[in-house]
């Protein structure tokens, strides 16, 4: 069987001395091995001293002794450890010579230490397992005490003196901890481990990573690597714990730490998924209750006073499908509105049924609609950026004024839903704003509608198609942006001598009067019934 290898300075720093010791000088040589462990007085070191030894130098110490380092650094002492504050000279003569100074706390046991040294030097491993299990000990204390993940994650950092970072399965950040010197680099850090490039190859199936053994090394830019291992529950990595530092700081202790941490925190990040479930289902039994009619009067001022949802006096629903042909799973939109809801201060509960989610969502009355609609396309604009390829439709319910008549907001929202998927609509529906197309829908099958739609459009429709041009787009921008030219043409992006340009073509090939009201008004009803109309062409055709 192999020897291990010879014990570290660094190792012994981690490992063997108070978590309090500094080092002063000479970090650049903590991976010299180590050959003894002693005691000795500055005077008597190099006598008593061999090479590889590290020494606790007892008291009196010297306060710029330049012949004590020249000896130390010709006796090729590995380094040496002082109790208290040391003064500064000192520290410069052993920077001089590249000596590896410590100072330990006040009050340390220079002989009770050098005794627990020496047990590390002689028996590395079952140090290190002690200390891996102490630090599971004391995580899942933390743990039974509901600390939380980010205490979990401090405690990890304080021990090993390293920088922490714990993601989800998604490697959005949970909990994170900084070391002092990595504080500046902290926007860095974070950007570059969310970045699923970086994550090893390894780890990036969940399922391939639950069975991998042991912490994964890598570099982080130009001088720092990283410790990441999977934090795995139920057979799945549900994340995943990193220790940063200095490529020479990160050793065997820090990879037995790490693995235990991510056990820790797996146990931890289990309870906080069963106490959601636990959650997920009470919220879903409410939602169900209102839908079904059956929480009312009584029982729904009793849910209030339990504080399973907040009495503000004005609530509204979201209901959100995937529209598109191709569309992902809809446990994926649940993760995306779950990860939206969660620890933002928004007062909502969220329900996966059938086909689609439904959001319940606590309002303030002076607000109005305004912060449901900013929720409904925050997630919308999330759900775009994760799946390009597929279309969510959303729609948003009116305000109800008390729990049961979110009935009523919910069905309003499921039908806002219902005309934003056969618009092919990528933002959001208020069910508030949708009452022309609510009755152009019910007419969508008369005849009328669509002679209507050529009588007012056909010669826009026809030019458009034969010159590929984009009149009706200029139109509809234009009523959307009540007349106005400058606005309109920021948003088609045209200068506005062409959109004075394109504007006189409408009126000529149209043969409309825009200053006309009626006029106006028969052109924005074509328009949304041309939407509708094409949208069924389309849809027939697909």
Same mark, same amino acid.
């Given at each position: 069987?192999?020897?291990?290898?010879?014990?570290?300075?660094?190792?012994?720093?981690?490992?063997?001395?108070?978590? +309090?010791?500094?080092?002063?000088?000479?970090?650049?040589?903590?991976?010299?091995?180590?050959?003894?462990?002693?005691?000795?007085?500055?005077?008597?070191?190099?006598?008593?001293?061999?090479?590889?030894?590290?020494?606790?130098?007892?008291?009196?110490?010297?306060? +710029?002794?330049?012949?004590?380092?020249?000896?130390?650094?010709?006796?090729?002492?590995?380094?040496?450890?002082?109790?208290?504050?040391?003064?500064?000279?000192?520290?410069?003569?052993?920077?001089?010579?590249?000596?590896?100074?410590?100072?330990?706390?006040?009050?340390?046991?220079?002989?009770?230490?050098?005794?627990?040294?020496?047990?590390?030097?002689?028996?590395?491993?079952?140090?290190?397992?002690?200390?891996?299990?102490?630090?599971?000990?004391?995580?899942?204390?933390?743990?039974?005490?509901?600390?939380?993940?980010?205490?979990?994650?401090?405690?990890?950092?304080?021990?090993?003196?390293?920088?922490?970072?714990?993601?989800?399965?998604?490697?959005?950040?949970?909990?994170?901890?900084?070391?002092?010197?990595?504080?500046?680099?902290?926007?860095?850090?974070?950007?570059?481990?969310?970045?699923?490039?970086?994550?090893?190859?390894?780890?990036?199936?969940?399922?391939?990573?639950?069975?991998?053994?042991?912490?994964?090394?890598?570099?982080?830019?130009?001088?720092?690597?990283?410790?990441?291992?999977?934090?795995?529950?139920?057979?799945?990595?549900?994340?995943?714990?990193?220790?940063?530092?200095?490529?020479?700081?990160?050793?065997?202790?820090?990879?037995?730490?790490?693995?235990?941490?991510?056990?820790?925190?797996?146990?931890?990040?289990?309870?906080?998924?069963?106490?959601?479930?636990?959650?997920?289902?009470?919220?879903?039994?409410?939602? +169900?209750?209102?839908?079904?009619?059956?929480?009312?009067?009584?029982?729904?001022?009793?849910?209030?006073?339990?504080?399973?949802?907040?009495?503000?006096?004005?609530?509204?629903?979201?209901?959100?499908?995937?529209?598109?042909?191709?569309?992902?799973?809809?446990?994926?939109?649940?993760?995306?509105?779950?990860?939206?809801?969660?620890?933002?201060?928004?007062?909502?509960?969220?329900?996966?049924?059938?086909?689609?989610?439904?959001?319940?969502?606590?309002?303030?009355?002076?607000?109005?609609?305004?912060?449901?609609?900013?929720?409904?396309?925050?997630?919308?604009?999330?759900?775009?950026?994760?799946?390009?390829?597929?279309?969510?439709?959303?729609?948003?319910?009116?305000?109800?004024?008390?729990?049961?008549?979110?009935?009523?907001?919910?069905?309003?929202?499921?039908?806002?839903?219902?005309?934003?998927?056969?618009?092919?609509?990528?933002?959001?529906?208020?069910?508030?704003?949708?009452?022309?197309?609510?009755?152009?829908?019910?007419?969508?099958?008369?005849?009328?509608?669509?002679?209507?739609?050529?009588?007012?459009?056909?010669?826009?429709?026809?030019?458009?198609?034969?010159?590929?041009?984009?009149?009706?787009?200029?139109?509809?921008?234009?009523?959307?942006?009540?007349?106005?030219?400058?606005?309109?043409?920021?948003?088609?992006?045209?200068?506005?001598?062409?959109?004075?340009?394109?504007?006189?073509?409408?009126?000529?090939?149209?043969?409309?009067?825009?200053?006309?009201?009626?006029?106006?008004?028969?052109?924005?009803?074509?328009?949304?019934?041309?939407?509708?109309?094409?949208?069924?062409?389309?849809?027939?055709?697909?």
């Amino acid at each position: 069987m192999p020897e291990s290898p010879p014990l570290t300075l660094q190792e012994l720093v981690t490992l063997g001395l108070p978590p +309090d010791a500094r080092v002063l000088a000479g970090k650049n040589s903590l991976q010299h091995p180590i050959g003894w462990i002693i005691s000795a007085s500055m005077d008597d070191l190099c006598a008593r001293g061999s090479a590889g030894d590290f020494a606790f130098l007892l008291p009196p110490y010297a306060n +710029d002794d330049e012949a004590f380092w020249e000896q130390m650094a010709q006796c090729e002492i590995a380094g040496c450890a002082v109790i208290g504050d040391i003064p500064a000279d000192m520290v410069r003569g052993a920077e001089r010579v590249g000596a590896p100074l410590i100072a330990l706390p006040r009050g340390t046991d220079l002989r009770r230490l050098e005794r627990a040294a020496l047990s590390l030097l002689l028996d590395r491993t079952t140090v290190m397992e002690q200390r891996a299990g102490n630090l599971y000990a004391r995580l899942t204390v933390l743990s039974a005490e509901n600390a939380g993940l980010e205490a979990m994650v401090a405690l990890i950092g304080a021990t090993t003196g390293k920088t922490v970072l714990l993601q989800d399965k998604r490697l959005a950040l949970l909990a994170a901890s900084f070391m002092p010197e990595d504080k500046a680099r902290r926007e860095f850090l974070e950007n570059w481990a969310r970045d699923a490039a970086n994550l090893p190859e390894e780890l990036r199936d969940r399922k391939r990573a639950a069975n991998f053994s042991g912490a994964q090394r890598q570099a982080v830019g130009d001088s720092d690597e990283r410790l990441v291992a999977p934090v795995v529950v139920k057979n799945v990595a549900r994340g995943f714990l990193s220790l940063v530092a200095p490529a020479a700081a990160l050793g065997a202790f820090d990879a037995r730490m790490l693995e235990r941490g991510a056990s820790a925190c797996a146990l931890e990040m289990a309870k906080v998924k069963a106490v959601r479930e636990v959650e997920k289902k009470m919220r879903g039994d409410f939602v +169900d209750a209102i839908l079904a009619g059956t929480l009312a009067g009584g029982e729904a001022a009793r849910w209030i006073s339990r504080d399973q949802f907040p009495n503000t006096g004005a609530y509204a629903a979201l209901s959100l499908g995937w529209a598109s042909g191709k569309s992902p799973t809809l446990r994926r939109l649940e993760t995306i509105v779950s990860g939206e809801l969660r620890g933002k201060g928004v007062r909502a509960y969220a329900h996966a049924r059938e086909e689609e989610i439904i959001i319940f969502i606590a309002l303030d009355p002076t607000r109005g609609i305004e912060p449901a609609q900013k929720l409904a396309l925050r997630i919308q604009r999330l759900a775009a950026s994760e799946f390009p390829d597929a279309r969510l439709a959303t729609g948003v319910g009116k305000i109800a004024r008390e729990l049961s008549a979110l009935r009523e907001s919910y069905r309003e929202a499921q039908q806002a839903r219902s005309i934003a998927a056969r618009l092919a609509e990528t933002a959001p529906l208020y069910f508030g704003d949708l009452n022309v197309y609510r009755l152009l829908f019910k007419l969508e099958d008369s005849p009328e509608l669509a002679a209507f739609c050529h009588e007012t459009l056909g010669a826009l429709i026809e030019y458009d198609r034969a010159q590929k041009s984009n009149l009706l787009e200029t139109l509809a921008a234009y009523f959307a942006h009540h007349g106005n030219l400058t606005q309109t043409a920021a948003a088609l992006h045209v200068h506005r001598n062409s959109l004075h340009y394109r504007m006189a073509r409408i009126g000529e090939i149209g043969k409309s009067d825009l200053d006309n009201s009626e006029t106006r008004l028969a052109l924005q009803l074509a328009l949304r019934a041309y939407r509708i109309l094409e949208g069924r062409e389309e849809k027939r055709g697909g």
